[in-house]
Nanobody, 124 residues
Framework: VQLQASGGGLVQTGDSLRLSCAAS????????MGWFRQAPGKEREFVGA????????YYADSVKGRFTISRDNAVNTGYLQMKNLKPEDTAVYYC??????????????????WGQGTLVTVSS
C-alpha cells in the first residue's frame, strides 16, 4: 500500500482544514488507518485512527471533539477533518495504514505503511 497525504496549508486560529490520504493498492479497505503528527522539535504523536471497516474511530484527547476521521474505501481515501484549529496543532501530519489489533492502533509501530506527510501551520 502506498499512501499520499495532501491538503495541508497555512490557516488561522479557529479555521478548518481537511486532509486527505490517497492509497494505492486494492487492499486498502483491509487496513486500519491512522493519523499522526510531528511538530518541530517534538516526537511524532498519535492523532486518531479508524478501523478498516470505518465503523470505529479513536482520537487523542488533544483533538477529540475538533477532529474527525473518516474513510471512503470505494475510492481508497481517508480523511482528517480538522475544525477550530489552534497554533499547537501546527505540525507535519502523516497518514498510515496497518493491521494491528484495536488496542495497538494508537502506536506508530503498529503501522506498516506511511504517507510522506503534509504540513499544517496554524497562525495565531
Amino acid at each position: 500500500v502506498q499512501l499520499q497525504a495532501s491538503g495541508g496549508g497555512l490557516v488561522q486560529t479557529g479555521d478548518s482544514l481537511r486532509l486527505s490520504c490517497a492509497a494505492s493498492g486494492r487492499s486498502f479497505s483491509t487496513y486500519n488507518m491512522g493519523w499522526f503528527r510531528q511538530a518541530p522539535g517534538k516526537e511524532r504523536e498519535f492523532v486518531g485512527a479508524i478501523k478498516w471497516s470505518g465503523g470505529t474511530t479513536y482520537y487523542a484527547d488533544s483533538v477529540k471533539g475538533r477532529f474527525t476521521i473518516s474513510r471512503d474505501n470505494a475510492v481508497n481515501t481517508g480523511y482528517l477533518q480538522m475544525k477550530n484549529l489552534k497554533p499547537e496543532d501546527t505540525a507535519v501530519y502523516y497518514c498510515a495504514a496497518g493491521r494491528s489489533v484495536i488496542s495497538a492502533m494508537r502506536t506508530s509501530s503498529s503501522y506498516s505503511y506511511w504517507g510522506q506527510g503534509t504540513l499544517v501551520t496554524v497562525s495565531s
